[in-house]
């Protein structure tokens, strides 16, 4: 299960696990706490495994996020394996 941690407005963190069975959940909390705040920075530094999912959901909160200025922290080098294989890369290291 993963759950979204709100640090404080600015800054959020996703915690858990990032993968066909939760991404469409995280999206929903995402998009749920959203409509209060909306992040700069989500770190991914709790996340204990990940999948192609979980690189497109973070793919698809950058366009949730007015202006794409959302930007990653402690990206799992899982996860940078897959967005380099996708050539995403840059998507998520801004």
Do not use: H, Y
Request: aromatic share 4%; proline share 3%; glycine share 4%.
């Amino acid at each position: 299960m993963s759950q979204i941690i709100t640090e404080n407005t600015e800054s959020w963190r996703i915690e858990g696990e990032l993968s066909f069975q939760t991404a469409n959940d995280v999206l929903t909390e995402f998009l749920q706490k959203q409509q209060a705040q909306t992040p700069k920075v989500v770190d991914l530094k709790g996340i204990t495994r990940t999948d192609s999912a979980g690189l497109a959901l973070l793919i698809e909160l950058i366009r949730q996020v007015p202006d794409n200025t959302l930007q990653f922290c402690n990206i799992p080098a899982q996860m940078l394996s897959i967005a380099k294989i996708s050539g995403v890369e840059e998507l998520l290291q801004k």
